[in-house]
């Protein structure tokens, strides 16, 4: 279960994957994940409406280094010929498209976009058809269960996705209405995976090296997507990679804890820039003592700083004091 998996014709070296994360996965939290251990991420969704319109904003969403491939581009958009259109302008930036059919925020739906789309599937076919059309790059679909609970699309979206030519499909089973209440119901994972051909990549509730092993094994997916999990703690990765490999995961020392938010701190910096970099920081910081003793006054004490090096000092102190 550590070994490749192939989504098209990209060879991806391991089945653990960082999912999209709107205003998370940009560039620095991406190199993190992958230096932990994840063989593909993505970005943050993009929307076509902004490709199709030149925005820079949502060009720069798309910004990646070598060391940041094989790079999933997730476009999110209701318009089957938008969102062929913006395949065709990202065929160059990375090397997997992905559309969004998930995301539950009221902004998103309101559009027609995100998980709407599990509403219609008839409209999902026109969609992946014409995407299909648009590109050769290896192409995938990320869904939710359903609109509402007992109104179950996913299988329906799954069998057409395949039909029309996806090269894999990533469900995180809850629907639209739960957002993120309650559980994951990985059984729905179970029966995707059984009722379809194509790749199935499990999302949901993966939050420790174990979760990721027993979404495998309950689930017989062929991949995951670690999101949540993946916050203040890349070490997931090389973790489940290990228990996948019938290993002992082995967590993080203090020094690394501490390398690795220097790390991001610097990745921040080179990508983003002083200002934005620190604000950032506050945010990961928090996540990256979470549990830890000391951390709520060093959160509080991080969220006073203004300056980069008055920040390293009191990482020097928290993680190695
Ligand atoms: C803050 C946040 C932002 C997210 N943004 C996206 C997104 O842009 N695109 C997407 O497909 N899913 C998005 N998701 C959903 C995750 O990719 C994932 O499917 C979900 O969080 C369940 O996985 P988890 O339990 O491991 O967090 C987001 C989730 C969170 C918490």
């Given at each position: 279960m550590q070994n490749s998996v192939a989504i098209g014709y990209l060879t991806l070296r391991n089945r653990v994957f960082l999912a999209p994360m709107a205003g998370i996965t940009n560039l620095p939290m991406r190199i993190i994940a992958r230096e932990g251990g994840a063989s593909l991420t993505f970005t943050e969704m993009v929307s076509v409406n902004g490709l199709t319109r030149e925005g820079r904003k949502s060009f720069d969403l798309l910004k990646t280094t070598p060391q940041d491939r094989p790079i999933g581009m997730q476009l999110f958009g209701d318009e089957p010929e938008m969102l062929a259109e913006a395949a065709r302008l990202v065929?160059?930036?990375?090397e997997l498209i992905d559309i969004n059919m998930g995301c539950p925020v009221k902004k998103v739906v309101g559009t027609g976009a995100g998980s709407a789309l599990m509403k219609d599937p008839a409209k999902v076919g026109r969609i992946i058809r014409c995407v299909r059309k648009a590109t050769a790059l290896p192409f995938t679909v990320k869904i939710r269960t359903g609109w509402v609970c007992g109104d179950d699309t996913y299988l329906e979206v799954g069998r057409i996705a395949q039909e029309e030519g996806c090269d894999a499909i990533t469900l995180h089973p809850r629907s639209r209405a739960q957002m993120f209440e309650g559980k994951a119901n990985w059984a729905k994972l179970a029966e995707l995976k059984s009722a379809l051909k194509i790749p199935v990549i499990g999302s949901g509730d993966l939050f420790s090296a174990d979760d990721v092993v027993r979404m495998m094994r309950e689930t017989g997916c062929d991949a995951v997507m670690v999101a949540r999990g993946a916050m203040g703690n890349p070490w997931l990765f090389r973790e489940a990679l290990a228990l996948l490999g019938g290993e002992v995961p082995v967590p993080p020392t203090v020094a690394e804890r501490l390398a690795v938010a220097r790390r991001h701190f610097e990745l921040f910096n080179e990508f983003e820039g002083g200002r934005v970099a620190l604000m950032e920081m506050r945010k990961h910081l928090a996540w990256y003592s979470k549990g830890l003793p000391g951390a709520a006054q060093f959160r509080a004490a991080v969220n006073r700083i203004e300056h980069a090096a008055e920040l390293v000092g009191a990482m020097e102190e928290f993680f190695d004091g």
């Open positions: 065929e160059g930036y990375g």
